[in-house]
């Protein structure tokens, strides 16, 4: 090795103790903080896991790349690496604001694939978020915080999976200038950009059909409250009113018409719930199955999920023949 390898490769040695402290604290915040909301709610699928930079590499891109470095210690800003990936592209762009946004560190972005592709639309945009952060405070590091940099990989699983193909396999390889293995990752990108485009339209009708039925669900315990103020919405059996929200898919059914069928028949459907005869009319959705049994009986019946004397007795308390 050079006396001016030696050089480089000393004050990075010397840098690694504060490096490993600060590539610790990104992590932490990250998954405990920062990200928090994303972790909690099962948006993140593969969590950060710091890395200090190889020392060969290191070398590498300080003196040997055609990019001169004037001081390589601040200039090469991924001497720690840590990555995130999620499922959606959206949930990227959603954690890069909140990273950037953070106060806990001085925050930059350093690549954007949206940008990337803009400035070369022959180039595919479908690459990961890069920010780079270093400590705000000196708070106990012995060396200069600006060069205590970590860059933050933020991707999805579809680009995580292109990029340990593409730059590992290939980028890094001895196959980067074969022109046929470069066609096919054009290829392949492309149908992960469109694949990711399709994810994210299906997760967004997912999520407006949730907050439907979420809506519905909280008008029902409205409702019901009025007849049971002591119900605990945390008592809602969701199983039970799953399997009676499956007859949502098959009847266009109103919160007004429900509450209609209450009112032509509210001293039968309050006694049922004051004193019930069985489990079902402890639950918000026997409005529900009140009115699918006004309103389609025949069909409602026939479809029926549950055992049969809690539909007996939903004749019995309605004075409804079976005949």
Known sequence: MSEIEDKVLADFKALEPDLKKWGKFVDESLSNIVLKNLVDN??????????????????SKALWREKPYVRPLTEIEDKIGTRVVFLFSIDVKKASDLVLESDLWVAKITKKYDEISEKDPEKFGYQSIHVVVHPKEQNGYTHDIKDLTCEIQLRTLLQHAYSEISHDSTYKGPFKKDKEIARKLSKSMALMEATDDYFCSIFEMIADETRKVHNFTLELINIYKTIDPNFKNETLDRE?????????????????AIKEIYQKNRVSIDYAIKKPKNYLPTQPVFLLVVYLFFNHRHSFVNKWPLMSQQLDELYLTFGVSRN
């Open 42 to 59: 099962y948006k993140v699928k593969i969590k950060p896991s710091f890395r200090i930079k190889e020392e060969r590499s290191y070398i």
């Open 240 to 256: 039970l009113t799953e399997i009676f929200f499956n007859f949502l898919d098959d009847y266009d059914i109103s919160i007004d």
